[in-house]
């Protein structure tokens, strides 16, 4: 049975940091590629950040360069996504997701930007 759990979700003024985990279980992790996604209240899912499976670079929207770093460990079957200099745009419910063919997804964490 395939599961993704995240962890790590919160209530941070802007300008903080929060470290999302996600726990992976079921399928073989190293096979997947791993990313985190965002939705907000009434807009679209968005990717957020992508790392490939084994090597490669990491992919992260504009809107988060310079300020997010997503990492894997296979060993662990976990990946995470680091948050720093918080803003209240990124208020949002974040989504684990693995993908080779079908993707895998998260029940999401909720993560709130506000002073």
């Known amino acids: 049975q395939v599961q993704l759990v995240e962890s790590g979700g919160g209530l941070v003024q802007p300008g903080g940091s929060l470290r999302l985990s996600c726990a992976a279980s079921?399928?073989?992790?190293?096979?997947?590629?791993m990313s985190w996604y965002r939705q907000a209240p009434g807009k679209e899912r968005e990717l957020v950040a992508m790392?490939?499976?084994?090597?490669?670079?990491?992919i992260y929207a504009d809107s988060v360069k310079g300020r997010f770093t997503i990492s894997r460990d296979n060993a662990k079957s976990t990946v995470s996504l680091q948050m720093n200099s918080l803003k209240p745009e990124d208020t949002a419910v974040y989504y684990c997701?693995?993908?080779?063919?079908?993707?895998?997804w998260g029940q999401g964490t909720q993560v709130t930007v506000t002073s």
């Open positions: 997701n693995a993908r080779r063919i079908t993707p895998y």
């Open positions: 079921g399928f073989t992790f190293s096979n997947y590629v």
């Open positions: 790392i490939p499976a084994v090597g490669g670079r990491a």
